[in-house]
């Protein structure tokens, strides 16, 4: 089917239809009385939205358009795609309309702060001696990371022993996008 109801011209109600053809105007038949007729397709309003994104310790203001009615929430992932700048896969951390808020549609939104998710930032700290150095290196946001698993950075070989998540807490396994910080063992 092809939306809930639409106005038959012939049964003169709304009715269920099919859709024959998609275009401008979408050809569509009804399924009580096998009228086919045009219906003109809705157009979609845009809204020129702002995005500023956080990537390490920068942050770039991005300008995406994204459908008016499009619901944004906190936490969700963004596809910024600025014909002007780069593409970039994020994160909402914040919303703002006339105040902050979790979730607002596009066109009641002033400003989207994002982190990118891509390319991010990890922290490691690897106990050495009795003492814990601290490593920062750069991974794929989908990577994942896993207690046990045994890693080399910065000339430190070490097994993760414990990984701490952004909101939730400590984990077994995360991707790198939702970690904070690593702690290792030497070996």
Not at 75 to 102: F, K, P, Y
Request: include cysteine; charged fraction near 30%; aromatic fraction near 6%.
């Amino acid at each position: 089917m092809f939306e809930d109801q639409i106005f038959c011209p012939t049964c003169g109600a709304n009715t269920e239809h099919a859709l024959i053809k998609s275009g401008q105007e979408n050809l569509v038949r009804c399924v009580d009385c096998e009228t086919v007729h045009s219906v003109m397709k809705e157009r979609e309003r845009l809204v020129n939205l702002k995005v500023i994104v956080s990537k390490d310790e920068q942050s770039m203001p991005y300008f995406i358009n994204i459908p008016a009615k499009e619901v944004l929430r906190v936490g969700d992932e963004l596809l910024v795609d600025d014909a002007s700048a780069d593409v970039v896969m994020t994160q909402i951390a914040s919303i703002e309309t006339d105040r902050r808020v979790n979730m607002a549609p596009a066109e009641a939104i002033k400003t989207v702060w994002a982190r990118a998710t891509d390319e991010v930032p990890l922290k490691i700290s690897v106990f050495r001696n009795g003492l814990s150095h601290s490593l920062k290196i750069t991974v794929q946001g989908d990577e994942t990371l896993e207690m046990g698993e045994v890693r080399t950075v910065e000339g430190f070989k070490f097994r993760i022993v414990k990984i701490k998540l952004r909101d939730e807490g400590f984990v077994d396994r995360a991707e790198a996008k939702d970690i904070v910080r690593v702690w290792g063992r030497e070996i």
